[in-house]
């Protein structure tokens, strides 16, 4: 099984500024990877798949970096409803389909 | 509009069983792949099973396999969870969820709102 790591577990940014968030796979997911936000009480939303490719809908404020075993989701200009958990998932090697543990973006 | 609406959940007491359902609108049904996801209280995300556009290829997380049975009935774009010998660490909310139109993309674009199961004496 491949374990997704997410890092950090708590983000504390101010609005307007930039957040980058780490996820690490225990062995290369080549692009297979996905990102999702989810706000309290809400699903899931899926952000980004193919490691960069934006879903429909998705600002360009959201983008995806990586290969392999690290990646990465950076949101350019945090707006005050990009406060939420976000969660990566790899779909290279399955089953099963895993998801890190998720990091909490909150206002600094 | 596309969407999934899940029912099912409920409480019930260790060893019992529940059937979830999630009925699907605003899309082709038959031509999308599905699986169900489940959060425990204040804890990740999980994915639980999957099932193919046609029902012909199923997989279940090891945490599960041999007690709960994913299906589907394309004629009445709905999807499935029978969820036997039920035990505590199966209290989630679970969550149906249309995977992205793609044979090598296994992400999920669409989920349902989520249905509370509580597994408790």
Known sequence: EIVMTQSPATLSVSPGERAT????????????????QQKPGQAPR???????????????RFSGSGSGTEFTLTISILQSEDFAVYYCQQYNNWPPLTFGGGTKVEIK | QVQLVESGGGLVKPGGSLRLSCAASGFT???????????????????????????????????VKGRFTISRDNAKNSLYLQMNSLRAE??????C????????????????????????S
Not at chain 1, 26 to 33: A, E, F
Not at chain 2, 90 to 95: C, G, I, K, L, N
Not at chain 2, 97 to 120: E, K, L, P
């Open chain 2, 90 to 95: 199966d209290t989630a909310v679970y969550y």
């Open chain 2, 29 to 63: 049904f038959s031509d999308y792949y599905m699986s169900w996801i489940r959060q425990a209280p204040g804890k990740g995300l999980e994915w639980v099973s999957y099932i193919s556009s046609s029902g012909s290829t199923i997989y279940y997380a090891d945490s």
């Open chain 1, 46 to 60: 899926l952000l980004i798949y193919g490691a960069s490719i934006r879903a429909t809908g998705i600002p360009a």
């Open chain 2, 97 to 120: 969820a249309r995977g992205v139109y793609s044979v090598t993309t296994f992400a999920f674009d669409i989920w349902g709102q989520g249905t509370m199961v509580t597994v408790s």
């Open chain 1, 21 to 36: 968030l780490s996820c690490r796979a225990s062995q290369s997911v080549s692009s297979n990877l996905a990102w999702y």
